[in-house]
């Protein structure tokens, strides 16, 4: 049990290694990673996974905050038994189909043009620019949820471009100039949806540092600065739901959720033999991993087509409406468990939907495996498969957000 009252004596900072937890709360399982880091490098040094009880989730979020939380201190003591450092603070996931990305510039005409930009400057500047963003951010999730008094909370924000009388520049430090221009990409969530995963986190005694949306973080982790801003699509199909994502110009610029995820496989083959979720489960994964019987293997295949159909048409339909007749980016990455089941990957490819949607060219479907996020180690191989890419990703991001200042991200 994590003792909530010995925050005095947890170990920090042993060999110049800070540590913190990464939280990803999905429907079917929970994942707790804890990570060290210090300037040079970022380690995996815990993990834990423990199945949520099935009414704690409903769509991707939160139904029952007691019972989460229950769940993620199980979670926690798994990761925690791995490694004596006991992190202070924590960063949490939230899924995609809960955010939304603004993109916002800011012109300003400086008063000074032959003064050298500041670094003061910029942080001024930079905050207005912000508060420009949360107003429009809100004025967007209002018109697209119907609730006229809606909270929210700001969840990522990238500084995109800057640009001086028109140039762009990576650096505007020190430059002169009389029109200055600020794009950020800012990602907003509504409260009710930030609100108990913050809950969560403090309950299990840890200071709540940054709530990463899911699909930025997969993306981020995996794709260079350059290859962010040309984009992908991430498509996480975990236990309740395929979220899918498109990320352009560095930030995620629209999300879809369709309601089908490994549980509905699990589901239809324990209705259809009659035999309990877990059997069924234990059948499905079975069939995944090519260990039945040729009849059985056929009997299975046969019984989920219908559902894996459903899942294709729901992608394309979520790809249809992301892309409102703009191209979409060449790349398709799977990711969460439910990606794993056979035929899935097999299937998508199949169905050409590059030649009824807006690609450019044939687009490269990939499923991932977290070991492949490897700007961090993964010393003991803790952290890996087709189900781990999220938590692996959210690792990483929580090894890199310290440094990660809005500032030092560009201007470093
Ligand atoms: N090899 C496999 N073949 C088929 N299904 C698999 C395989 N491995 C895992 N799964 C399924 O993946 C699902 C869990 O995936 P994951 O851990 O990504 O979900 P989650 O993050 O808890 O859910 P969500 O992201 O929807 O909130 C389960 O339904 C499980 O049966
Ligand atoms: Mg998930």
Redesign the pocket.
Known sequence: MLNLFSRKTKIQDSNGYKYRLAL????????AVIVEYNASESNIVGYG?VQ?RYSD?MG?AIANIQGVLQTARKAVELAQQETPHEPIDAIVGI?GEFVKGVMTTLDEERKEPTERISIKELEILIEKAQQLAYRQGREELIRSTGVSNLEIELVNTALVEVKIDGYKVSNPYQFQGKNISLSLFNTYAPLVNVGPLATVVEGLGYQLVGTIA?PYAVANSILTDEACEFGAIVV????????VALIRNGGIEGTMMVGI??????RKIARELNITLRDA?EL??R???NQLPPDMTKEIRDMIIPDLHLLFDGLEMALTELARGNALPPRIYF????????G?IDGVKEKRIHERLPFFKKPDIYMLKAEELDRINDPDNLVS???????RALALQAAFLTTQNLLDQRLA
């Not at 990803?24 to 994942?31: F, L, P």
């Not at 996480?236 to 979220?243: A, N, P, S, V």
């Open positions: 990803d709360i999905g429907t079917e399982y929970m994942k996974r949520q989730m991707g899924a899911e996480d199909i975990g236990g309740g739901t395929m979220d995820g490994g549980r509905s496989f699990t489960e499905k994964l069939y995944s991993h990711c969460g468990g439910g990606s794993a089941l056979k899935l498969g087709e189900e781990n890419v999220t938590p």
